[in-house]
């Protein structure tokens, strides 16, 4: 079997790792692992210094367009546990995306504004809109607040950190017209690190 990839293979990233890991172990509900994975989620999102400038990055060719960077920092070799940064440009914003996991995601660099939508039969409802700071971070539970987009409202490229329970860049979940509720299948990728057949 494939070893774990540390794509980020630093002290920081490890230790968060294998917090990470020693939470969901015991835990008998994604809740209960969130509750435990918190203190070390906010600790990373508070560390000014883990995060090398490369990862910070945007991508111009990338997948997801808007020069939106997905960068892969570590995952699990089955699948179960991914760790990447997300890069937004100044007035980029993702397209409306699910991810299909439960996990955390924190804003690390500039602000964001996040629409969250619901589903109403075929359509899609806008259900709530957040302004993000750094430091801010929220669970995800799916399906619950699973469908959403974010826009960078900063001047400045914004970075946000996102620990999920799937390799999300290369499972294929979807990308939603807002308007018309069409969900269409979508892999977002990875910019530093390639899917298991090699898109
Ligand atoms: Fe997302």
New binding site residues.
Partial sequence: MAPDEFVLDTPVVRQFVGEVQAAIGPASSPQQAIEAIRPAFAALLADPDWLPDAYRADAPESGMGGGIGQWLLYRAEDGSLSLFSLVVPSGSQ?PV?D?LAWGLVGLYRGTQDEEIYTRRGNRLELKEQRALCPGDFYDLIPPQDDI?R?RTTSAETSVSIHLLTNDTGCVWRHAYDPDSGEAKPFRSGYVNAPCEDGA
Avoid: E
Wanted: aromatic letters at 0%; charged letters at 0%; proline letters at 0%.
């Fill in positions: 993702t995306h991810h959403h974010v």
